[in-house]
DNA sequence: GCAAATTTGTACGTATGTATC
DNA sequence: CGATACATACGTACAAATTTG
């Protein structure tokens, strides 16, 4: 009766084309003014409605642009043998990666502490953004001793995975070592790369592998979107 | 002056009048016509702020009567407390907090899913903030299903120790089922509590304890203060 | 118990700002 | 640049619950 209101009304029929599925995430709504004339209410009463769904985490909207179905945080297992691709697969998600750079450069103090050589001594640099449907996830540094990697630059820059790098240098075995996690906010190069805010939380990992023989083969600086990663610590006792 | 709405002003005044203590719990505050004046508004501008607060748990209203303040104020994180060190490696094992919080609650959606049970079952919640020289590192929600537990109120109060509590219940060999781990930034009243700027990065833990047959027995959302800690995962195998 | 005054809730209307396309 | 679309903010009116006389 007038336990219901317009505003309760349309929030249950939204709610229910999108938790049914019938709005893929990402997807964008109508039109506050086309929601408006096909529920034959004020644009307001729309806009109350749809306030509900974001505060419920269904919705978000962005001004100018439209109201689109949340698209929920991505699941990023953390395991020993931690694959980006793979982990994107298991959660349904199309990954794919921007190769931003690969060089040749000297190691810095704190990639030389991590990789166990000296301070100077030649890594190969590989720096790229994971997008998960065409959206960036994570900017991610790489490091490898030079010396223990065969010509990989090409592949690298090709194929832009560090797992096809390590296969053809013969570490097809590599796995997880440790993983090191706080975070920070964006910077305005991060949030451009990122296509996010400057200021938003990000998530920095910083990680190492290593060889079956347990030689340090990578070191690995990650920052992943907050708003857009969970990090998922498996635990194997 | 754009990224300050008079919705967004007016909402942080009230929400520090009542964080700060200067509303008891229980007050009633003036009429959406009164503190429409005061601020110089529209009485709509005045309910979107006290809507926001009613969003974060801080009001209630009740109409025809009034809206009033939900929830004592939050203890000012101050003081001088006992030092302590804690070993972050195992996050979220704070070794002596400083407790805001001990109470039989019911659950809501996300904890009730965590811990398997029905939303709306009691469940006993601990709050906490992890110090370091009294600089506080970490904000903690702690919640066991509170048929699981026996009467451990007095213990979280007095000793702040979910170890302590576990035991008291017979469940001294929980052990961690799972962590998810993501980025965000902080609201103001987390700022105040951690004693960090509104918008700084804080690394978010969800964790899951089982005890020694499998069941939940515990469901912690930390916050950590990004800038201050280094979470260390460790892989094996 | 009832009616009036008070106070919050819903709904529509209008105008303007601002980000996106 | 213009057109579109969401965001803020003012206003009005009436409904519904509570409090008060």
Redesign the interface.
Known sequence: MSRSFRWQVIADELREDIVKGRYLPGHKLDTEEVLARRFGVNRHTVRRSIEVLK?EGLLHSRRGSGVYVHRP?T?YP???RTRFRENLARAGVAAGAQVLRVDVVAADEEVARMLQIRPGEMVILFEAIGLADQTPLSLRESYMPAQKMGDVVGILREQGSITAAMEASGHGNY???????????ANLLQADQLQCMK??????THACNVTEDGEMIEFCRSH?V??R?????????
């Open positions: 505060n945080a699941p953390l395991g020993s796995k997880r070592a440790s993983t090191k996690i706080t975070a920070g906010n200021g938003d939380a990000l998530l920095i992943f907050g708003s990663v969970f990090l998922d610590v498996h635990q194997e006792a």
